[in-house]
């Protein structure tokens, strides 16, 4: 099973600031992995699939990069309602693997 | 309007059987996997179970495999999740979501299951 790990478990920045997550898979991956959003009491969201595809809908100041093992979300300009919780998942062998996810919190 | 509702959730006692419901609109359900991901108290997401499409293949978590049973209803857009010898550790809230290119694209806002006594 292949293992993700997310860093930093926090993050504190100021609104307007660049947000630059990562997620760190035990085994290559190539471009496999997907970041969500998650804001309390609502459901995920689905921001970028197969590294740095963003999904429908979502704003340009989300980028996704990496393969193999090391991938980054950055978030280029953080505003407001950024500041929640990130996860990255991948999918190997019929499993599909969360990140313990990176909390971005105001400075 | 596209949309995954769940249902079912509550308080179950340890040991008790619970079965979850999430009913898909605006979009050609046959045609998606459906997953269940559940987030406990103060918890990350964690991924539970898939029910493909096409094939008759359903995949699940070292976690409940053998306790959880994934199906869907595709005349009904309908996707389960029935839960048996249900501890402590299964307190969450759980999420049906649609598959796309093994991410997961669409997510209901979930049903809350307390076990307790």
């Known amino acids: 099973e292949i293992a993700l790990t997310q860093s930093p478990a926090t993050l504190s920045l100021s609104p307007g600031e660049r947000a630059t997550l990562s997620c760190r898979t035990s085994q290559s991956v190539g471009t496999s992995l997907s970041w969500y959003q998650h804001k309390p009491g609502q459901a995920p969201r689905l921001l970028i699939y197969d590294a740095s595809n963003r999904a429908t809908g979502i704003p340009a100041r989300f980028s996704g990069s990496g393969s193999g093992t090391d991938f980054t979300l950055t978030i280029s300009s953080l505003e407001p309602e950024d500041f929640v919780v990130y996860y990255c998942q991948h999918r190997n062998n019929w499993l599909w693997t969360f990140g313990q996810g990176t909390k971005v919190e105001i400075k | 309007q596209v949309q995954l509702v769940e249902s079912g959730g509550g308080v179950v006692q340890p040991g008790r059987s619970l079965r979850l419901s999430c009913a898909a609109t605006g979009f050609s359900f046959s045609n998606h996997g459906m997953h269940w991901v559940r987030q406990a108290p103060g918890k990350g997401l964690e991924w539970v179970a898939v029910a493909w499409s096409g094939i008759n293949r359903q995949d699940y978590a070292d976690s409940v495999k053998g306790r959880f049973t994934i199906s869907r209803d595709n005349s009904k857009n309908t996707v389960f999740l029935e839960m048996n010898s249900l501890g402590a550790d299964d307190t969450a809230v759980y999420y049906c979501?649609?598959?796309?290119?093994?991410?997961?694209?669409?997510w209901g806002q979930g049903t809350l299951v307390t076990v307790s006594s």
């Open positions: 979501a649609r598959d796309y290119a093994f991410s997961l694209d669409l």
